[in-house]
């Protein structure tokens, strides 16, 4: 990596160049990324590659009349003092806030440039037009929230985030709900059945793991299989599998972890009641993200949740 401060006035024209390139992509990359589930947020990163693809042939331009047709490619990770970006396609999806931040973040570092750049150059053109570039940068925010007033009125803004919340609901919300209340309701039959059965925490801890595990497992691997996502919306498969098993996992390890305690019948007690808690949080996030009445998802969870447990306990103790 070469120091900025080396670069000469040719290699500091390319390297705005290529920076106004990759930040016009960017811009294409986030309007593609939103144009199906938010079409006015894309509407508005195409206006602001528009914006850079104007910045990138005044350069152009600029770079011809001065040093001729051939453009070196030097790019941002060829000089130090750049910031990391992870690629947007690696990063994806990203909410339309974190899209907004990454957007400053990148107009900030370019603006930066600009100005640094202004100050080494001894041409009077060059040094005019790096000027004017650092001025717009300066006002592209600005200009981003002028553009978002007539593209994103409140009732837009309002239906997009209604849009958003509907789909980490259906990508990560029901996954991850399914995969919790199989974990928290199905391993307690075979848990408190092994712990009465044999009066031993220890045991009851092996029968709990192994049985969190597997349905972890088995629940991971199902729903990562029961549709690509490409037609119901609901995301990449195995990001949807790998929540939907983990927390399957963690929901049947909350009352196998008390089974730890020696003292057998202070096992049991504290699993009975982690098991409440987790019945709580299951009501509630059926509440909070499934729009079901506090009353009604408290009572199929309580019930179906006392039904497996009688169950275990039945068994168990026969």
């Given at each position: ?19 106004e ?24 990163f ?47 999806p ?33 040094r ?15 200009y ?96 949807r ?17 008390p ?16 098991v ?43």
């Amino acid at each position: 990596m070469k120091k900025f401060e080396t670069l000469t006035e040719r290699e500091v024209l390319a390297l705005a160049i290529s920076l106004e390139e990759e930040d016009e992509r960017v811009y294409a990359d986030f309007a593609e990324g939103v144009r199906q589930d938010y079409p006015a947020s894309a509407t508005l990163f195409d206006a602001m590659r528009e914006q850079e693809s104007g910045h990138r042939q005044r350069l152009i331009e600029l770079y011809r009349q001065r040093f001729g047709e051939h453009i070196p490619l030097i790019r941002r990770q060829d000089v130090r003092g750049f910031a990391f970006r992870a690629p947007v396609w690696l990063t994806s999806p990203l909410s339309l806030e974190t899209i907004r931040k990454h957007a400053g973040a990148m107009e900030m570092e370019t603006r930066r440039f600009y100005e640094k750049a202004a100050l080494r150059t001894e041409d009077a053109s060059t040094r005019q037009l790096l000027d004017n570039l650092a001025n717009e940068e300066r006002s592209h925010e600005q200009y981003a929230a002028e553009l978002e007033k007539k593209i994103l009125p409140a009732n837009v803004k309002a239906d997009e985030a209604e849009a958003q919340r509907r789909l980490f609901v259906l990508q990560i919300v029901q996954p991850g709900l399914a995969g919790l209340m199989d974990g928290s309701v199905s391993t307690l039959a075979p848990v408190f059945a092994a712990a009465l059965a044999t009066r031993n925490s220890w045991d009851a801890f092996l029968v709990g793991l192994a049985a969190s595990t597997g349905a972890g497992i088995s629940m991971g691997f199902a729903e990562a299989l029961s549709d690509d996502g490409s037609l119901t919306g609901r995301g990449h498969p195995w990001i949807r599998g790998i929540v939907c098993g983990a927390m399957t996992a963690v929901g049947g390890i909350g009352h196998t972890l008390p089974f730890l305690i020696h003292d057998f019948h202070l096992a049991m007690v504290i699993a009975a009641l982690v098991v409440v808690v987790e019945l709580g949080i299951i009501t509630w996030i059926r509440k909070k993200y499934m729009d079901t009445p506090i009353f009604s998802a408290a009572l199929q969870v309580g019930l179906g949740g006392a039904l497996v447990f009688l169950t275990g306990v039945l068994i168990g103790s026969s």
